[in-house]
């Protein structure tokens, strides 16, 4: 029988101390793109591509993303009494059934790996995605649905996967390339950030991912590896070395990494433009903008 995808870990537990002061309250998974937050994102994504349980790694201080997704009775009948069914449509779309979603804590900051671990236990012995709320993706098909349909023909781990320049190898886990099939790419291994001038390729991972229960048997070592951490690319890696399969998929989208305050205020910007209802005012304040660098 093939293996179906149905589980998804969301390691939502760093400090964001790119964007204090902002989050020093407010955990930078709920700040918006517009008018949705960044984990909204993530979320809808993951049902697209048939995500059924959710599971949350958090930290302390996370309080406020776990109501996020809870019901607002008071809310809902203040909407339904104004007839506003639109905005009150879109409030339930946020809401998560019981037991839908599950939340663990990271109680201290060892690495992506290590949060992936905490969720082994809701995991079991399936396949499962990984989703950092980080990377938002605009594509036309959902990222992980295209990487599901791969999963469906393939029954092997796959991460996304991006080219990126020599300069910004060093940023990311890096794939060295057995061979290139385009859209899927099969590998020899992974590199977790590459010093300058060493990656094997400029393919590099971002934040999705389709692994194997292998990977977390690989994550029970708690192998420390670049920067003191536990890294998840490692444990792909040696999932690799011991003889599975681990493919590289290059998406159809635009990814902007959200983690950083330039890919935050693009992937506004660029989210705005796609709304028709903020398209036209927004065109032309940035029109104006532009005009106004222009020098005399």
Known sequence: MRAKVTKAIFPVA???TRFLPATKSVPKEIMTLVDRPLVQYAIDEARAAGIKEFIFVTS???GALEDYFDNAPQLERELRKKGKTELLDILKSTNM??????YMRQHKPLGLGHAVWCARRLIG?????????????AAEKPCLQQMVEAFDETQSNIVAAMDVPDDRASAYGILDIK?????LVSTKGMVEKPAFGTQPSNLAVIGRYILTPTVLQMLNKKTVGAGGEIQLTDAIAEAR????????????????????????LQATVAFALARDDLRDDLQAFLNDLALQAVPA
Do not use: W
């Open 125 to 137: 012995n399936e396949p499962f995605a990984v989703i950092l709320p980080d990377d938002v993706i």
């Open 60 to 62: 302390r201080g996370k």
């Open 97 to 102: 059934d019981s037991g839908e979603i599950a």
């Open 14 to 16: 760093g400090l964001g």
């Open 179 to 183: 061979e290139d099939m385009g859209a």
């Open 241 to 264: 070395n011991s003889g599975e399969e681990v493919y590289g998929f290059r998406f159809k989208g635009h990814r902007y990494d959200c983690g950083s305050k330039a890919g935050f």
